[in-house]
């Protein structure tokens, strides 16, 4: 098995918004940031909290979608269903 490292100082190659959700009284902008590399793409999903002036501050996940392309990494995360979204950003923080 062959592991690549992901330098997480670099510019995203692409970032979309794929959803709005609301949580914890907050309208959250659910992104999702694409990174090339040499063995495919990798992806994370980053919530932000569209209030201005709210206490919450935006979370980042982890590098867990992965795929050939970048567009694949898009769909992969437009197929994520509202509710596990939800209960992505619980989790994070």
Partial sequence: MRFELLDVRTEPAGIATIR??????VHWRVVVEAYGGADGWSGRLVFE??????RHEARLGPYTLRGRTQAEILDAAHDIPERRLRELLHSLG
């Fill in 20 to 25: 709005q959700i609301s949580a914890l009284g």
């Fill in 49 to 54: 909290p569209r209030a201005a002036g709210t």
